[in-house]
Nanobody, 128 residues
Framework: QVQLVESGGGLVQAGDSLRLSCAAS????????MGWFRQAPGKEREFVAV????????????YYTDSVKGRFTISRDNAKNTMYLQMNSLVPEDTAIYYC?????????????????WGQGTQVTVSS
């Protein structure tokens, strides 16, 4: 089973950038669908982004929720067994605990189904 640990959260101002990391151990993440989720105070956890291996297994497909498209970028370094979320142009509405997750398929992961592992979360706070 894969274990996930997030890092990189913090307190920033609107317009700033942050890069979150999700370090994996136990198994390689190379064939997992890997995703980022977030949970704001008083709200349910929501999908942010997902990365999954293409059918030809030669590249990774990415998908984002509308509110972060053009601002966030999900990526992975399989050699380091680590996934990233580059967050630019942050706004106060991005304030949340951010979680990474590994799953069987991107479609299932996007709705929180078939999750093999969740990280413990990292706090991101964006001040106005």
């Amino acid at each position: 089973q894969v274990q996930l640990v997030e890092s990189g959260g913090g307190l920033v101002q609107a317009g700033d950038s942050l890069r979150l990391s999700c370090a994996a151990s136990g198994r390689s993440i190379s064939t997992y669908a890997m995703g980022w989720f977030r949970q704001a105070p008083g709200k349910e956890r929501e999908f942010v982004a997902v990365s999954s291996l293409s059918g030809t297994k030669t590249y990774y497909i990415t998908y984002y929720t509308d509110s972060v498209k053009g601002r966030f970028t999900i990526s992975r370094d399989n050699a380091k067994n680590t996934m990233y979320l580059q967050m630019n142009s942050l706004v106060p509405e991005d304030t949340a605990i951010y979680y990474c997750a590994a799953g069987r398929s991107p479609l299932e992961l996007r709705v929180g189904v078939g999750v093999a592992s969740w990280g413990q979360g990292t706090q991101v706070t964006v001040s106005s």
